[in-house]
């Protein structure tokens, strides 16, 4: 039995606009129920510091960390870790974009003071 059908050209609807993980976390559940970092903490066992840098987009949703708010949210572990993969391609990609426009002279030098 295939739950999944994995295929090499897999994707998401270009047209749903990019959202990280924590964007979806704070405005689609935390926010509906009212809750801030340190009760949603509570409810999911994952560290408030950890909630914060997740919400800010300074960590990423890690598979424990997936299996977690699935729990809590009601939703599957597998949805948090495509979301978190999706927000990764996407700016790994915008990077590399600018990286291709500037070895191409279309792009100014970088300021690395």
């Not at 990280?20 to 994952?46: C, K, W």
Request: glycine letters at 8%.
């Amino acid at each position: 039995m295939e739950l999944i059908k994995l295929g090499p050209r897999l994707g998401v609807d270009a047209s749903l606009r990019l959202r990280s993980p924590g964007d979806v976390l704070l405005h689609d559940y935390m926010r509906a129920e009212g809750l801030n970092p340190a009760q949603f903490a509570r409810r999911t066992g994952i560290a408030a510091v950890h909630i914060k840098e997740i919400l800010a987009g300074q960590r990423s949703v890690s598979p424990r960390n997936a299996i977690r708010l699935a729990i809590a949210l009601d939703t599957s572990a597998l949805y948090w870790l495509v979301l978190q993969a999706r927000y990764d391609l996407a700016c790994e990609a915008r990077g590399i974009a600018g990286t291709a426009r500037f070895a191409a002279g279309t792009e100014a030098v970088p300021d690395i003071r």
